[in-house]
């Protein structure tokens, strides 16, 4: 091999070494982490150019799913029109801690990107919100310490009666209550959950929204829909299982009407199925 063969080769080992490491968090004691978040859009490959440039996502490379991968979970696409925005519904919008809100936000802009609001957040860091296509909300929470350009942080929930609804996630996924700012909050393995008081938000269910669904990645699935349905839970679309993908899955909806997808196998998407033949 040729000298510069032996360093096209290189990169690409380099490259594929950096597209291998996993993207979603490790799984709590129960089994459970963040998985995705379910977009409904117009225009597919107008997702992938902002969250790869913008948010240096990297597409999913296992056919099946449309979508891209950011560190924590995976953003999931349809191609439809969605019924509503998010913002203003109780599941407002989801954010991302970022290394430089400077740098994210003079990139949105250069990128054509609408940023309608630079402010100090309750936490007092830098922070702000970007519209991306099809007005996909994004928050940017500035972490300079950390080392990635982002990292998902939170999705935040707006509704009359916070503390309520934090409580059914805390009780039904084991999630471990916690505070953000001056809102209560849960965490699950990748994600915050936020829940903050809004007396008007806009009610109903977000299925067929910009948010179509959010969605938990859990082990031994079909054991813990029997646990949920046994403490009471109702399920839209009882536990299945996608003999093609390779995926189970059902779906609820939480008391305030945010569509929830539990999956297993959807780890399998997050690496590579093998190496590339060429770097064989």
């Not at 040729?2 to 380099?14: A, D, E, K, N």
Request: hydrophobic content about 40%; charged content about 20%; overall charge neutral.
């Amino acid at each position: 091999m040729t000298p510069i063969g032996s360093y096209l080769r290189l990169g690409f080992l380099l490259l594929f070494a950096g597209i291998a490491q996993a993207q979603l968090a490790p799984p709590d004691a129960g089994g459970l982490r963040m998985g995705h978040v379910h977009l409904n859009v117009t225009d597919i490959p107008a997702q992938h150019r902002f969250w790869i440039g913008q948010f240096d996502a990297r597409p999913l490379v296992r056919q099946g799913l449309e979508g891209v991968i950011v560190p924590g979970m995976m953003i999931l696409f349809t191609q439809k029109a969605p019924t509503h925005g998010s913002e203003g519904t109780v599941l407002d919008h989801f954010g991302f801690k970022v290394r430089s809100r400077d740098e994210m936000v003079k990139s949105a802009r250069a990128a054509g990107f609408v940023v309608p609001r630079e402010f100090i957040g309750s936490e007092g860091f830098p922070n702000a919100y970007i519209t991306g296509p099809d007005g996909v909300k994004v928050e940017l929470q500035e972490e300079a310490s950390q080392t990635r350009r982002a990292v998902v942080q939170h999705f935040h929930y707006l509704l009359p009666d916070p503390l309520k609804l934090r409580d059914w996630y805390v009780e039904n996924f084991a999630l471990l209550p916690s505070n953000r700012g001056p809102y209560k909050s849960a965490d699950i393995p990748g994600v915050n959950l936020t829940f903050a008081p809004n007396r008007n938000p806009v009610g109903g269910s977000m299925k067929g929204g910009m948010i179509d669904h959010i969605g938990f990645e859990v082990a031994n699935l079909e054991a813990f829909c029997k646990k949920l349905e046994a403490g009471g839970v109702k399920f839209d679309i009882p536990y299945h299982r996608d003999a093609v993908l390779g995926l189970a899955s059902a779906f609820l909806t939480d008391p305030a009407g945010v569509y929830i997808e539990l999956t297993e196998g959807l780890k399998a998407f997050d690496l590579p199925p093998s190496t590339p033949p060429s770097l064989k």
